[in-house]
């Protein structure tokens, strides 16, 4: 696990005290359908295609594939759309929202 995720959970145990908890539970189950990796994983699955085809495809190696199916890399924007858009034959669409206040959920602190 991830340390940030590691700094999550700790967080997640104060807020919400036991793991068997229903909203625990359901951060986590959001928290776990939003990793990156698994959608792409997910999509390629979908696509009835292997990492070695995404790879060739998009110009880049299936261990790298591998690894962020994983979680276990990060990568840059563009590498992400071209994984997408010629590896998979997809689309990234992203949507950015703002709030006029502060959500109520737990953020992390990017500017330290």
Known sequence: MKKNNKIFFKHLGK?????????????KKALHELKLGMMLRQ???EANITQQEVAQRANTKRSYISRIERDCSDMRLSTLIRVIEKGLNGKLILEIL??????NYP??????
């Open 43 to 45: 999509a390629r699955k």
């Open 98 to 103: 703002v709030f006029k206040e502060q959500p």
């Open 15 to 27: 807020q919400y005290e036991k793991e068997a908890t229903s909203p625990r539970k359901k951060i």
């Open 107 to 112: 953020t992390r602190d990017i500017e330290k």
